[in-house]
């Protein structure tokens, strides 16, 4: 028996003040959860956090108090970051250039549309599957980050007795929880959508991968009187706007199927986009297909498991 297959890592979102913690291991390699958590931080978890003094030490306490007070035993882990924190395009280049050539463009594109210079960015990218046979032209999935971003992060993870494995970003955490956890056709397009308290995160996926992202904030006059109404009608307009703009189809549903999830998944929501468009949507399942220990089955049964796609997502990554 290999090491990995007895390693064991926490998968941690934060989401403004929603802290969720997934521990997963791996057997023959087999994904396992052995235990959840969720809690919140004292201070949202914001763009204004990486300036402050001593902030990152906040967290750390706040990250160590929930591990503590479940009684987790893992030591690695995997962070995913707000996606509103970084940026995510898609960028044709040549097909035939080499991967220096393809570092080079990517480089060239950044700088076009960055604010600051390149060097205080980090960029990552890879090269997207496609359906496209015979085109001229692939597709890289390049995400840039502030190095400060990330070594905030990495700050937190010094405060506390946890090693830092792999930094995610959410809509990729949540889409990986959905490969796992689902059979979805496998040449349609799927819409994932995440809807937190002030924003909501619409992903789209092709064949199983990336095709788009796109995220839009709840307007000012969203309140507790008329959320579920606002909610829907905001989510329908960009869903349709989404697949008019980028040549998906006519209607919502050319869609295969639509899966919700995050902290703000409510029934009104999903019932008032079920009456309006005849296509499968559902809250997301995190844990649909994965093994679970006895002991987590009915404490599961009993939360809002759409709450969690981020930190299984993360531990799926982490496990990786």
Known sequence: MTQM???GVLGISLIY???RIVEGEKHSNEFQITQIANGRVRRPFTFEVFSGKNLARRFAEDITRLCETQGFQVKEAAFSLDSRMVLIKKIPVDQYLNESKIEDQIIWEVRQFAISPVNEYIVDFEQLKSSQ???AVKHML???VRKRIVEFVKQIFKHTDLQLKVVDVDIFSAQRALQLNYDYNKVGRVGLIEIEEKKVNF???EGRNYFLSHEVPFPANNTLDNRDDTTT???SKELRRIILDHQIGRTVEDLSEIYLYGEAVEDGVLEGLQNTYNVRIDRANP???VKLVTKLRDQINETRSERFMISVGAAIRGIQ
Do not use: W
């Open 203 to 205: 992903s789209i996926l």
């Open 142 to 144: 390049v995400v840039i």
């Open 133 to 135: 046979d015979g085109s």
């Open 5 to 7: 297959e007895n390693a």
């Open 287 to 289: 844990f649909k297909k």
């Open 233 to 235: 009608q905001l989510i």
């Open 17 to 19: 003040d929603q802290l």
